[in-house]
């Protein structure tokens, strides 16, 4: 009979567990938490010091009794759950549930699912971590009072069924303010310049390209500067005046941390970042591998550490000596620099084993899997390189006073980059042949190449782009940057199209009464600043009812005083000018899951619904009917012609009645500005209209 119980929290890794030990050891699953708050009620006793009230989860008493089974035949527990806070308080409530009091109970832990770190484990074995256990009742309580307090106000200023969250009302306020900026941006002109010149005697075509202009400025704005340039430098030679050669080095990228593994995966993989953490899950817990049984092959996937163990150094430094020469093994650990809260007790994520190489596991992995343990791979291998060198020439040259710049640079040692490169670094090196060139060579000219180029507006967040924002401002950790994503789009605050993420109708609405209301929850100074917070508690330099005092009180004023304001702004049906073909009723507009539409104010009696599409007041450039505000199917807005599907005319930002003074054409609003659509015209209304 087996002396000792380990007890995890996922099936999936009891099968790989038990065959690193004994026959004494029992390993069983918990299936993740066991105990949480009610759903019922917000389950905090405000008035008992805000102690939680925890209940059995709904659906986990017989798991429950499986594992009270289970301890009575032990003589010791292990509680084996996850590596970091979720994990330690998982292994407290464990401890409760199971009534642990008075027998042997040991906490262990591991980073990876290895026979070397499982076993060293049960030697290093410790008691539960109540720092670390009461940061995440911290996380969880606050989390709670949110969502609790602030979602029956949005049920009754919007609609059932919508959330607000701490970390999650922040996000959407950060993409709100991202698409703000993107409406509001104008667009400006300017060109740049290229020579494509030669040198009598070489067969070379070389490209030069105007550095700065006489009064130096960086940039050239109008086609008339433009055309100026042309003619002085047409009718001047081009002088080589100086020439630089130098060394550059590419450093080795860091090992994957949570963030950047969910960039990465959604860069070159396209996976979101709950495809990625689900496939990293899988491949943690163990796979199925040919020659090697059931194995964890990565380590443990939520961290913010780029530490890297001894034993895996040492054993990356025999891979790569061995495989590639010792010229390619870097030396000493390589740390991001980061002036927030490290989880240093964890390590970045790396394979297992470095000597389990992509090729050797492809058989036994699906597609997913294969492709993101390869760049898991890849990118720990390539960590553990020394740096790309490469040699650069720099040749200044000039011609009726205007500086142009030739560069070429070459690969000189791979380095790293014999393992991991990408696009990025790929374009850095430019082969172009200047090494023959002279300081007072004259080149002649083929070509001047004038193009027009118009500034961009930042980027539409994606999926990867938002959890770099969410973990440059401190916000959220790395276990809640995909479920906090995942929420709004499944509320539908946001619409994700391709990889860009667009606020919605709701997502506007909602955002709009958080940041009236809840001005505090929704800065990111505050929300980082509670991060922080959390991290003094799991350190031991902070009590986590601390906390708790001095945030409930403030949020429960708030909550009293929007309840009041609220209902002065309550949201009542708006009847349309539409007829209900059923009853006769002018229809009223509601709010759905995907925004607003029109019903008969007849219901129940008379259920009819229609689309609804909010009159603009102008007519359609291409065909003279009303332009109608619509959304995509997943809810991102856009201006249409409401005779679709026989006039295609559509727009992103909304229509001026005005015409465009210039070239006649439709004018575009623009936070406070008017626009002409066509941008070769480029024509601006600084304020706009009435």
């Given at each position: ?40 009620q ?13 209940i059995?989860?709904?659906?986990k008493g017989?798991?429950l ?187 080795a ?19 979101s ?18 020659g ?27 891979y ?36 389990r ?149 709701l ?33 031991g ?44 009723k ?6 759905g ?42 809810g ?53 209209r009435?």
């Amino acid at each position: 009979m087996a002396k000792y119980l380990v007890i995890v929290e996922s099936p999936a890794k009891v099968k790989t567990i038990k065959k690193f030990l004994g026959k004494n050891y029992e390993v069983a699953a918990s299936n993740g938490h066991v105990r949480d708050l009610p759903k019922s009620q917000m389950g905090i006793d405000v008035e008992n010091d805000y102690e939680p009230k925890y209940i059995t989860i709904r659906g986990k008493g017989d798991v429950l009794a499986k594992l009270r089974k289970e301890v009575k035949k032990a003589e010791i527990i292990y509680l084996a759950t996850d590596p970091d806070r979720e994990g330690e308080a998982i292994s407290w409530h464990l401890y409760h549930s199971l009534k642990l009091e008075g027998k042997k109970v040991y906490r262990i832990s591991f980073n990876e699912i290895t026979q070397t770190a499982v076993k060293a484990s049960l030697k290093e074995a410790r008691e539960i971590h109540m720092d670390l256990v009461d940061a995440q009742q911290a996380r969880r309580i606050l989390d709670r009072m949110v969502g609790y307090k602030i979602s029956p106000l949005l049920w009754a200023k919007v609609k059932r069924g919508l959330s607000a969250g701490r970390v999650q009302s922040v996000a959407l306020r950060i993409i709100c303010d991202r698409e703000s900026l993107i409406d509001a941006f104008i667009p400006s002109e300017y060109w740049t310049i290229k020579a494509q010149l030669n040198l009598a005697g070489h067969k070379e075509i070389l490209t030069a390209n105007l550095s700065s202009k006489k009064a130096g400025k960086n940039e050239v704005e109008t086609k008339e500067e433009a055309d100026h340039i042309r003619e002085v430098v047409e009718s001047n030679p081009f002088i080589v005046k100086e020439i630089i050669n130098g060394e550059r080095t590419k450093q080795a990228p860091l090992p994957f941390i949570t963030s950047s593994l969910q960039q990465e995966a959604s860069k070159v993989l396209n996976f979101s970042t709950q495809k990625t953490m689900r496939i990293a899950q899988q491949l943690y817990e163990g796979v199925e591998v040919k020659g090697f049984g059931t194995v964890g092959l990565i380590t443990y996937l939520r961290t913010d550490s780029t530490r890297i163990s001894d034993e895996a150094v040492e054993h990356a430094h025999a891979y790569i000596t061995e495989n590639y020469g010792p010229q390619y093994s870097a030396i000493g650990q390589k740390v991001k620099k980061n002036a927030g809260k490290v989880q240093d007790a964890h390590e970045a994520i790396r394979p297992s084993d470095i000597n389990r190489t992509p090729v050797i596991v492809k058989e036994s992995l699906s597609r997913d899997q294969f492709r993101l343990y390869q760049l898991i791979w890849k990118r720990f291998c390539a960590s553990r390189m020394t740096d790309a060198k490469y040699e650069t020439i720099s040749v200044k040259l000039e011609s009726g006073g205007y500086p142009f710049t030739l560069s070429s640079s070459k690969t000189v040692f791979e380095g790293f980059m014999n393992v991991y490169s990408s696009d990025d670094e790929e374009k850095e090196n430019s082969n172009q042949k200047i090494s023959f060139l002279k300081v007072g060579d004259q080149l002649n000219l083929v070509e001047i190449i004038n193009e027009q180029h118009f500034t961009q507006p930042l980027p539409h967040y994606t999926e990867a782009s938002l959890v770099k924002a969410l973990e440059e401002l401190g916000i959220g950790r790395p276990s809640t940057y995909s479920p906090t994503i995942s929420t709004i789009i499944a509320r539908r605050y946001i619409a994700k199209e391709g990889k860009n993420l667009y606020v919605t109708e709701l997502g506007e609405v909602v955002n709009r009464i958080m940041t009236e209301m809840f001005s505090d929850i929704v800065n990111e100074q505050f929300t980082a600043n509670m991060e922080s917070q959390l991290d003094k508690i799991a350190d031991g330099q902070m009590e986590w009812k601390e906390i708790v005092r001095d945030f409930y009180p403030r949020l429960d004023e708030e909550v009293l005083r929007a309840e009041v304001d609220l209902e002065k702004v309550q949201i009542h049906d708006e009847v349309s000018d539409e007829i209900c073909d059923l009853c006769g009723k002018n229809l009223v507009i509601k709010y759905g899951p995907h925004g607003k539409f029109l019903a008969c104010p007849g219901f129940p009696e008379c259920r009819n619904t229609k689309p609804y599409f909010e009159k603009t007041g102008v007519e359609c450039p291409k065909c003279g009917k009303q332009i109608v505000l619509k959304k995509t199917k997943k809810g991102r807005k856009y201006y249409g012609c409401e005779n679709n599907p026989e006039c295609d005319f559509m727009s992103w930002q909304k229509v001026s009645k005005e015409k465009c003074p210039t070239c006649g054409g439709y004018m575009l609003e623009k936070g406070n500005k008017l626009v002409c659509a066509d941008e070769q015209c480029g024509y601006v209304i600084e304020e706009k209209r009435n």
